[in-house]
């Protein structure tokens, strides 16, 4: 395809096909044309995300029920049930083949936030919402922010974290 190039990875080096992600070409004009079926980069990046938190809420669910005595954050089961929404928000992004499917799930989040049945999933809810939109609108969110855990499910932020 002539003017077509393949887009490098954010992360640094290899291009995304390598790592399992969406490819994704840029035409001669800077347009995104993705390959059918596949998460966008974006979507991917954020299924990631969440089903790499809900295993380190498992995690730490686990190391809190083991624990001979309750410390400060939220209990074993409140971060069963923030690992819970992660599952279910990393199920919503798997499908999402383009950046405007993803924007088109905002309404979906915002449905799980209202309708959400204790408040940790409520929060994980909320940071999924957040961190669309702020990497829909460029606001240093999406896949450039791996060092950035302010609104992650698995923060401290936590409800009945201490900070």
């Known amino acids: 395809m002539a003017g077509v190039r393949r887009a490098e990875s954010r992360r640094g080096g290899a291009p995304a096909a390598a790592r399992g992600h969406a490819t994704v070409a840029l035409d001669s004009a800077g347009a995104t044309r993705r390959s059918c079926g596949m998460p966008s980069d974006l979507a991917a990046h954020l299924a990631d995300r969440f089903a ?3 295993r380190a809420l498992r995690a730490r669910a686990g190391a809190v029920a083991g624990a001979p005595r309750r410390g400060p954050g939220p209990s074993a089961d409140a971060l069963r049930q923030m690992a819970a929404a992660c ?3 990393h199920a ?3 499908d999402a083949d383009s950046d405007d499917a993803v924007r088109a799930l905002l309404p979906t989040l915002g449905g799980l936030v209202a309708g959400a049945r204790t408040e940790a999933e409520r929060h994980v809810y909320a940071g999924a919402v957040s961190r669309v939109r702020e990497a829909l609108d460029g ?3 999406g896949a450039g922010d791996e060092g950035d855990d302010d609104d992650d499910a698995g923060d401290d932020g936590a409800p009945g974290a201490r900070q």
């Open 92 to 94: 919503l992004f798997v």
């Open 139 to 141: 606001d240093g969110g």
């Open 87 to 89: 599952d279910r928000i």
């Open 52 to 54: 790499s938190d809900g």
